[in-house]
């Protein structure tokens, strides 16, 4: 079973920046494409980003895009995502994903989620 354990998340005032990783099990992440998904009270779960199993593409949705990257290091089985320039509307649950039957959109695996909070 896989095992995703999110870290990083906290309060930051607007404007600044955050680094949360996920920490993933098995050596099998290789080969996993991952995500970032992020849901703040009362609204849906939205894409944040996404990156292939290779590390060499990388999807963002609109309203991060230019502000957040998403990163890997196969080595450390864990996925990163930098996110700069924050906005209070940036304040959400944040979760790590894995799609580990590479579908591209479904993801199989989920972490707890690490809290983000960014204040004006």
């Known amino acids: 079973q896989v095992q995703l354990v999110e870290s990083g998340g906290g309060s930051v005032q607007a404007g600044g920046s955050l680094r949360l990783s996920c920490a993933a099990s098995?050596?099998?992440?290789?080969?996993?494409?991952m995500g970032w998904f992020r849901q703040a009270p009362g609204k849906e779960r939205e894409f944040v980003a996404d990156?292939?199993?290779?590390?060499?593409?990388?999807r963002y949705a609109g309203s991060v895009k230019g502000r957040f990257t998403i990163s890997r290091d196969i080595a450390k089985n864990t996925v990163y995502l930098q996110m700069n320039t924050l906005k209070p509307e940036d304040t959400a649950v944040y979760y790590c994903?894995?799609?580990?039957?590479?579908?591209?959109?479904?993801?199989?695996?989920w972490g707890q989620g690490t809290q983000v909070t960014v204040s004006s």
């Open positions: 990156i292939n199993w290779s590390g060499g593409s990388t």
């Open positions: 098995g050596r099998t992440f290789s080969r996993y494409n």
């Open positions: 994903a894995a799609d580990a039957l590479l579908t591209g959109t479904n993801y199989d695996y």
